[in-house]
């Protein structure tokens, strides 16, 4: 996995979609991408740029965090964004809710604007970077709100601490990434060798979720393809990766099977299904609506 580091047009998926048609992005370096884009839903977003909140910074666990406030008032809802991702990402989608909730939001450790940590940490140390943000913002529970990755720390964080939890929401997040890794090694997509970039959270990659712990209601949006993405001018090389991609991991069944997987052990979960979007589909004006909808009956309704 990649981590952006550009200010601008820094979104990792345009990065991404630039080097693979390019040819310039290494095999290992492009499963990265894969598991945390969504795949092969690389250069289907076109993200615009609403008014951007004040960066603020807390410290949490020694570790100096950028953070977003959104203003509103009432239950809170923090967001988390994906792999690489500032929290600035929710800029036009945390807004949509600031009139029934308290919406904030922070980057991880590692991430953009977000400090480093001197040590090297794992998905326990992620977690507990939530319950610190909810201390120090003086937060008693919260909704969890994350996209893509975020929902390996969002899993441990309610195991973990189950009374700082009112609901978890799962944006294209919901999924055993030590399987997919499994999957993608067997089939010739990974080499299954760590990065220095990745150093951090690659923990995500050897541990299963552990739903059976999650006691509060649980929403999780998947995003399923029905066949490999191809774009224009994409490299002979990228669209025989995407293709091998959707192979391992979406006709495979693996996207199914974490469906069910979900369904089976969430107690009380809930999974809304989409297909003709991409891995950024809260963005997409075909179910930015619809999204926001949704989450908000789940999250008053709980």
Do not use: C
Not at 16 to 41: C, E, H, P, T
Not at 149 to 168: K, N, Q, W
Not at 217 to 225: G, S, T
Not at 258 to 272: A, N, S
Request: hydrophobic share 45%; glycine share 8%; aromatic share 12%.
């Amino acid at each position: 996995m990649l981590r952006a580091g550009r200010r601008g047009v820094k979104q990792l998926v345009n990065a991404a979609s630039r080097l693979m048609i390019q040819g310039k992005m290494s095999d290992r370096r492009f499963v990265r991408v894969l598991f945390a884009l969504g795949w092969f839903a690389l250069a289907t977003h076109v993200r615009t740029e609403p008014q951007r909140p004040a960066d603020q910074f807390v410290t949490v666990n020694g570790v100096r965090l950028h953070y977003l406030d959104w203003g509103g008032t009432g239950d809170v809802v923090v967001f988390l964004p994906g792999l690489g991702e500032s929290v600035h990402r929710f800029d036009s989608f945390a807004p949509r809710f600031v009139d029934s909730f308290r919406v904030v939001g922070f980057t991880r450790r590692g991430q953009e604007m977000s400090g480093r940590s001197a040590a090297p940490f794992d998905l326990h140390a992620l977690a507990d970077d939530i319950r610190g943000f909810l201390d120090v913002m003086s937060i008693r529970r919260a909704t969890i709100v994350g996209h893509s990755i975020a929902g390996a720390e969002m899993t441990m964080f309610a195991g973990l601490y189950p009374s700082r939890v009112d609901s978890l929401v799962y944006l294209d997040a919901a999924y055993d990434y030590a399987r997919a890794y499994e999957l993608a090694v067997a089939g010739g997509l990974a080499s299954g060798e760590s990065e220095p970039e990745i150093a951090a959270i690659e923990h995500a990659s050897r541990v299963h979720p552990d739903y059976a712990r999650i006691t509060a209601p649980a929403l999780a949006f998947f995003v399923l393809y029905d066949k490999p993405y191809v774009g224009p001018q994409m490299s002979a090389r990228a669209q025989q990766q995407n293709s091998l991609a959707f192979r391992i991991l979406d006709e495979s069944g693996y996207k199914r099977d974490q469906i069910e997987l979900f369904k089976r052990e969430v107690k009380r979960g809930r999974v809304v299904e989409w297909h003709d979007t991409n891995h950024f589909f809260f963005q997409d004006p075909k179910h930015t609506d619809e999204t926001v909808r949704l989450i908000r009956e789940f999250i008053l309704g709980r």
